[in-house]
């Protein structure tokens, strides 16, 4: 069962940077598949929005509309995987999700997620 778990502070303030780590477990991030180690974020009263992932190779593709304050970087020693959105503003509050995706005929699924972390930008 692979497991995904989510770490970091629950509070930022704005103009900082938002840093959070998927510890995963029983699968290794590196493995020659084609899964996609995803962030996924909800804010507050909204549907989810995707952030972007990184693939076993190292290769990442973020969303368009945060591709430019975003990182997603791995520690393989670790099977971690690492989110970073520098510049934060109130509107980056959310419920951060990573997540295990894949595409089967062009259709996007997750099978395996986090618990979520609730962030929170705020002074």
């Known amino acids: 069962q692979v497991q995904l778990q989510e770490s970091g502070p629950g509070l930022v303030k704005p103009s900082q940077t938002l840093s959070l780590t998927c510890t995963v477990s029983?699968?290794?991030?590196?493995?020659?598949?084609?899964?996609?180690w995803s962030w996924i974020r909800q804010p507050p009263g909204k549907g989810l929005e995707w952030i972007g992932y990184i693939v076993y190779s190292g290769s990442t593709y973020y969303s368009p509309s945060l591709k430019s304050r975003t990182s997603i970087s791995r520690d393989t020693s670790k099977n971690q995987f690492t989110l970073q959105l520098s510049s934060v503003t109130p509107e980056d509050t959310a419920l951060y999700y990573c997540?295990?995706?894949?595409?089967?005929?062009?259709?996007?699924?997750?099978?395996?997620w986090g618990q979520g972390t609730q962030v929170t930008v705020s002074s």
């Open positions: 997540a295990r995706g894949y595409k089967t005929g062009g259709i996007w699924s997750y099978d395996y």
């Open positions: 029983s699968y290794s991030i590196s493995t020659y598949t084609y899964y996609y």
